[in-house]
């Protein structure tokens, strides 16, 4: 039997929304790196380090990249979803009761949720995934992986509330977005 979680959905893809932000704020410390790397005064070491740094940011880009990708997706599927469900229970109503009145509403707003994603023409294959990170990341780094890392996981739990397709795909990817980031914690 086919089962929908909206609640679980949609809290999955708010820890992937939380898990992309943190991606971006450590591409900032990164960026902090690249700028001392540049100046004058930089040591050969730092100049090195920053070739590391730049890939990195590229990685951490692309990772948030993917995983927007995924979030978007399962607001989408969750729309969809929404319709349907509204429409199957206006079924049952009966015509020009308070009842109709509501799901007629409810039918609305799901709709125009629904034609909020379309105009973003989500593609339907995600972004590359992301690369290995390159540099000695610091601790603050680590500690921000770690805590995407946890969210994953989390995102992982909830998406599997949900049976459809869909979801059973969106599982897949956060599994190898989880072996992604765990691979990344354990770097020196």
Known sequence: MMRFSEPHALFAADLLTECASTFLQMTRGLDVGLE???????????????????????????????????????????ARVRIADVEAAARYCDPGTDEMALRQREIAEARATADSFASLHLAPTPPPRPGELQGELHPGI???????????????????????????????????????????????
């Open 142 to 188: 680590l500690a921000q992986l770690e805590r995407a890392r946890e969210w994953c996981e989390q995102a992982i739990w909830a998406a599997s509330q949900s049976n459809t397709t869909a979801m059973e795909a969106v599982g897949s990817r956060l599994r190898v977005l989880l072996f992604w980031v765990s691979g990344q914690c354990s770097a020196p």
């Open 36 to 78: 001392l790397a540049a100046s004058s005064a930089a040591s050969e070491r730092r100049a090195a380090t920053a070739l590391h740094a730049r890939r990195d940011r590229d990685t951490l880009v692309a990772a948030a990249a993917y995983i927007a990708w995924i979030g978007d997706h399962i607001r989408q599927q969750t």
